[in-house]
């Protein structure tokens, strides 16, 4: 299987900065594309950004401008670089992969999470 793990959570300020790690092992031929998302209490878990194998991203509106989301294929890790942060950026992130573990069969997988919490 794939185990995803992250790191990088924690508290801060308004306006500070955080990055978020998430690396992959297990049984991976390669992986498509990676993502970061993010749920509070209550809420249906949203998307942040993406990326994709090629390197094109996206991102959620309420954080354009202020997170950059990279990856580091050799080394299976997906990044997210979070500054300016917000009190309503509280939440707990979760990683995505999507993973190809051999020829034709694709799945994909979820960190455990990690929690920001933006607070004076």
């Known amino acids: 299987q794939v185990q995803l793990v992250e790191s990088g959570g924690g508290l801060v300020q308004p306006g500070g900065s955080l990055m978020l790690s998430c690396g992959a092992s297990?049984?991976?031929?390669?992986?498509?594309?990676m993502a970061w998302h993010r749920q509070v209490p209550g809420k249906q878990r949203e998307l942040v950004a993406v990326?994709?194998?090629?390197?094109?991203?996206n991102y959620a509106e309420s954080v354009k401008g202020r997170f950059g989301i990279s990856r580091d294929n050799a080394k299976s890790t997906v990044y997210l670089q979070m500054n300016s942060l917000k009190p309503e950026d509280t939440a707990v992130y979760y990683c995505?992969?999507?993973?190809?573990?051999?020829?034709?069969?694709?799945?994909?997988?979820w960190g455990q999470g990690t929690q920001v919490t933006v607070s004076s």
């Open positions: 995505y992969a999507s993973v190809v573990m051999t020829i034709g069969r694709i799945y994909g997988f």
């Open positions: 990326i994709f194998s090629g390197g094109s991203t």
């Open positions: 297990g049984h991976i031929f390669s992986i498509n594309d």
